[in-house]
């Protein structure tokens, strides 16, 4: 499965945007996707995740109330809705996709296929 972030750009803090992260072929729809941000200096850590269904999701809390994610199989592509941006949200995104357990889905160890990642600048 290779994957393409994009939707990422230079927003002022208290904005919005949205994230997409489409799938080549049909597996896309098979598999958990995650969200994950790399900010310069810091290890990548988890923002959000659904399941292959998209019958749960979970939010890393620091994005909890302010972040969606969402899915739609039919287009093999998982949006990230970010709104409320603060300054800490700054970072490279990147999605991935896992069959690790639910449990261990926030966990960076189960996910191959990152693709490129797309840039998120937020201005205070």
């Known amino acids: 499965v290779q994957l393409q972030a994009s939707g990422g750009g230079l927003v002022q803090a208290g904005g919005s945007l949205r994230l997409s992260c489409v799938g080549s072929?049909?597996?896309?729809?098979?598999?958990?996707v995650g969200w994950f941000r790399q900010a310069p200096g810091k290890e990548r850590e988890f923002v959000a995740a659904i399941t292959r269904i998209a019958s749960s999701t979970r939010y890393a809390d620091s994005v909890k109330g302010r972040f969606t994610v969402s899915r739609v199989n039919a287009k093999r592509t998982v949006y990230l809705q970010m709104n409320n941006l603060e300054p800490a949200d700054t970072a490279v995104y990147h999605c991935?996709?896992?069959?690790?357990?639910?449990?261990?889905?926030?966990?960076?160890?189960?996910?191959?296929?990152w693709g490129r990642g797309t840039q998120v600048t937020v201005s205070s």
């Open positions: 072929g049909h597996a896309f729809v098979n598999l958990h």
């Open positions: 991935g996709v896992t069959q690790i357990l639910w449990a261990y889905v926030d966990e960076t160890r189960g996910y191959t296929n």
